[in-house]
């Protein structure tokens, strides 16, 4: 085995280790600490210097997302104006694997005269913010998985992988639906499918219609015209059937004498439909269960209003 892939599985199998022990050391502390922040009045303050701040900052990200009020603050910044952020109701999470980072040690008359309740994530319990804090989440490792045991490796994956244990489980303790998740991800593909609605996103105006009787020529240029793919086959408002661009190459296939063949031989009869309130992660599951490319969007009444494809939503401003 090269050298490079041996070492990154090494390293993979510390971190795994590190995580294995930190798992069996989830203790009491724990459950108080979720129930501290789910009864808070204010909100979760992450603080943390260097490396553990940047896991603090995600930390944060992950509890705001996942319906815990929650921000960051760096350690260094806080005696320059921003102790002004954290207020008497606030729970404070500050993150130091060695317990003593002066930036956080500083911080502690300030929280206890303002009586924060104080969460020490420290690999060293016994360090003075360990002494110091209300509740304390033991991330210590055995070793860093960098060769010399200095650079924060197995330390920053266990603060990460303990924050996450605590979101997740403040968000289920909620009773955190994936529909709270899409709404704090408007721009997202999640809250895409769980916020839009089929009318937002759908093709509407002028749709590529024929009637039954349309010449196969005349199906062809308006299927082409159209840059949908399909045609719909209309008798005044009433949906007849549709013509896929898939039936006009089978269409090719199995006829010999074109002129003969008009839409109503090429349509098919039932065309799925779905309604303009439809949200369009329903309307994209039905798209993959039936393997079909486009639904046709139909009002109350049965009038078509509208054409819905995969990719409209994909389209749609604000989406990424």
Known sequence: MPESISLAKQVVATEIRALEAMNARVSEDFGR?????????????????????LIGRKI????????????????????????????????????????????????????KHQNNYVIAMTGKPASTLGKSADTILDISVEREACNNNLAP???????????????????????????????????????????????????KGALPVCTAQTCFKDVVHVVNRGRMGLALVMQGDRLLGIITDGDIRRGFDTVHDYRSILAEDLMSTRPKAISPDARVGDAEALLRQEKIGALVVQDIDGRVIGIFQMHNAEEAPGVH
Request: hydrophobic share 45%; aromatic share 4%; proline share 4%.
């Open 33 to 53: 600490t979720v129930k501290c922040i789910l009864n808070m009045k204010g909100r979760l303050v992450v603080v943390g210097m260097g490396k553990s701040g």
């Open 60 to 111: 944060a990200a992950t509890m705001a997302s996942t319906g815990t009020p929650a921000f960051s603050v760096h350690a260094g910044e806080a005696f320059h104006g921003d102790l002004g952020m954290i207020r008497p109701t606030d729970v404070v999470l500050m993150i130091s694997n060695s317990g003593e980072t002066e930036e956080l040690v500083r911080l502690l008359p300030f929280l």
């Open 153 to 203: 490796t197995s330390s920053t994956t266990a603060a990460l992988v303990m924050g996450d244990a605590l979101a997740v489980v403040l968000a289920s303790k909620r009773g955190f639906q994936p529909e709270d998740f899409a709404r704090f991800h408007p721009g997202g593909s999640l809250g895409r499918s769980l916020l839009m609605r089929v009318a937002d996103v759908m093709h």
